[in-house]
């Protein structure tokens, strides 16, 4: 395969990739979700003979649609704490390295090459 198929190949993949994320993170994703919940759990509850199910599948539903709003603040805080983290642990960190090449900066996992002092 040639090089404009396979960057052909991976543009459509992140078109498809960035959709995907659109949809996870959209209102209208988590308005159907809360709905959905909603029904489930006044199934349950009326299957189970509960008192006041209508009512009382708002609490779920309620928690699940809190959950999705405070969540974007705790990950951002998580990204911003894990991203510091990485870039603070060099993988030349603690040897004679004077070079390190990594493809994320100095915070690397994978694909870093350290090349020691001359």
């Not at 990739?17 to 809360?34: F, G, N, Q």
């Not at 709905?35 to 006044?42: E, K, L, N, S």
């Not at 189970?48 to 405070?70: C, K, N, Q, W, Y």
Request: proline share 2%.
């Amino acid at each position: 395969m040639n090089i404009e198929a396979e960057i052909l190949k991976i543009q459509e993949r992140n078109r498809r990739v960035e959709a995907d994320k659109a949809w996870e993170t959209s209102l209208a994703r988590k308005v159907l979700v809360a709905i959905g919940t909603y029904f489930v759990v006044v199934l349950v509850m009326l299957t189970l003979e509960l008192d006041r199910p209508m009512i009382g599948a708002i609490i779920p539903t309620l928690g699940f649609l809190l959950s999705t709003l405070g969540l974007n603040f705790f990950k951002n805080l998580w990204i911003r704490h894990h991203q510091a983290g990485a870039k603070s642990q060099c993988c030349c960190a603690g040897t004679k390295s004077a070079v390190c090449k990594c493809s994320d900066g100095c915070g690397c996992d994978t694909d870093c090459t350290c090349k020691e002092n001359a």
